[in-house]
């Protein structure tokens, strides 16, 4: 593990991580995937109805399939915690929890995560009332009342999940209609007795001893509930751009229609770019550019350094 | 001296040279029959040590003897998980392959929260996957959500080793 390096380093392992070992697999690039933990956040995505071959599949059983894939591929996936990203005499310097990596080039997968609130209490109370999803906790809320914060289609759908079981539900948001949200959802917690909007509102800080017992919008109002579900999006992984001097717009990694960055060597694919669409199909079809993008820049390094009688370095075709 | 000398020198003793043959082949067999038992009883014996089972399913009744009892003389992890939870089903095979990987140091429980409810109420679990760490049938440590297999190997670590 240590001392080899690697043609190809890929952080993450979600669809545009996977898809990228895939191609790079093929290219026959000696390739390394790390992540954290496999799959990324496809696999907690209930159904999947818009991947093309399925019609509706578990985003938990289309991460195996591709994580499979990759396996047949000869490709291994390492689950570590990337500590430290730098570039070092031509070379990037992967250090993890395990040990350091050395790549020629980089493409960064790392996506993204729900967007914490930020508030006194979140961090305390998680697990005891606070919650980041839906479908995995509504049933711990039978006949108590909860908030549900945010505006999106996420956050309505929570709210109608958790109305099955709750007594009653909140929904904070802090504009004044939802703007962002389908219409078609709007319709549908607009009829639903048990549900109560509260636009114009941000929550300050969530109270509770042993579980949750009230929020405090920022107006000094208060509501007593016994769970808040938090659903105000996403948020990228600040920190690997920031160690690689990466820009980026919102904190999402910009790049072209060849997967680059702004920085030599460094290819960054899904949810993590700018990207206009979040998609499993949008994350693939970017994770196949930019490794058939690294490919094409090791190729030509390759013939220069022939070129110039350097020697043969070699892509690592075995 | 084995067996089968004594018995041989017992008849020689006692002028019974004729019978060896035969005494001796009976005596053979007892001892095939004394082999085979041992080795009976170390199969059985590491047929259960397997099934010490790092890895067991639990439910409201079985949780008292299965955790509660069992964390008395090994560390129980508990792992709250219901087959509606991604995050639950992304955790379930790292816990597995820790539970493999750390050798009986732990046994792994788990409690599937859609048949038993009695559990989730009596240790107020709000949130899944939620996992907890049973010495001397006590909760010790807990934590709650798919973490990375880096994070829970310390958290176990710093979990056994304190006991």
């Known amino acids: ?318 | 001296m084995t067996g089968s000398n004594r018995v041989a020198s017992y008849y020689l003793e006692n002028n019974k040279y004729m019978d060896i043959h035969i005494k001796m082949s009976d005596f053979m067999d007892e001892e095939l029959q004394r082999i085979r038992e041992m080795k009976m009883k170390e199969m059985i014996k590491n047929l259960r040590r397997d099934r010490m089972e790092t890895v067991i399913e639990v439910n409201d009744e079985s949780f008292q003897e299965k955790v509660i009892e069992q964390s008395k003389g090994v560390p129980v992890v508990v792992d709250f998980w219901a087959q509606w939870c991604m995050p639950c089903m992304m955790l379930g095979p790292t816990l597995d392959k820790l539970a493999k990987d750390y050798n009986e140091k732990f046994v792994l429980a788990k409690v599937n929260m859609e048949s038993s409810r009695g559990l989730a109420q009596r240790y107020g679990i709000m949130s899944i996957p939620a996992v907890k760490m049973f010495k001397n049938g006590k909760v010790v440590d807990e934590f709650v959500g798919a973490l990375p297999e880096p994070q829970i190997k310390d958290w176990i670590d710093r979990n056994l080793g304190d006991s």
């Open chain 1, 1 to 318: 593990m240590e001392g080899s390096t690697y043609d190809l380093a890929i952080i993450g392992s979600g669809p545009a991580g996977l898809t990228a070992g895939i191609y790079a697999g093929r290219y026959l690039l000696n390739t390394l995937i790390i992540s954290r933990e496999s799959g990324g956040t496809i696999m907690e995505a209930h159904r999947v109805c818009n991947f093309p071959t399925y019609n509706e599949i578990r985003g938990f059983d289309l991460s195996r399939k591709m994580i499979e894939q990759v396996g047949e591929l000869g490709i291994h996936i390492k689950n570590e915690t990337v500590e430290k990203l730098k570039e070092n005499d031509g070379f990037f310097e992967i250090k993890t929890n395990v040990g350091t990596h050395r790549s020629k080039k980089l493409i960064i997968a790392t996506g993204r995560e729900k967007r914490k609130l930020g508030v006194a209490g979140e961090k305390e109370l998680l697990g005891k009332g606070v919650s980041y999803c839906a479908t995995c906790d509504a049933a711990f809320f039978k006949d108590k009342n909860v908030a549900v914060i945010g505006g999106s289609n996420s956050a309505l759908t929570a709210a109608l999940l958790v109305a099955e079981y709750a007594k009653k539900v909140y929904i904070i948001y802090r504009r004044e209609r939802f703007f962002r949200a389908d219409p078609a959802w709007v319709r549908i917690t607009d009829k639903n007795e048990k549900i109560e909007y509260m636009f114009n509102s941000e929550v300050g800080s969530i109270k509770g001893g042993n579980s949750v017992e009230k929020l405090v919008l920022k107006d000094g109002l208060e509501v007593e509930v016994g769970g808040v579900f938090i659903e105000i999006g996403y948020e990228p992984n600040r920190e690997i751009p920031k160690q690689l001097d990466l820009k980026t717009d919102k904190g999402y990694i910009v790049v072209d229609n060849m997967q680059k960055t702004n920085v030599g060597g460094v290819f960054a694919a899904g949810d993590v770019t700018n990207n206009p669409l979040k998609q499993v199909i949008t994350a693939c079809g970017q994770g196949a550019v930019a490794a058939m993008s690294a490919y094409e820049e090791l190729n030509k390094e390759n013939d220069g350094l022939k070129d110039n009688e350097k020697g043969i370095q070699g892509l690592a075709i075995q």
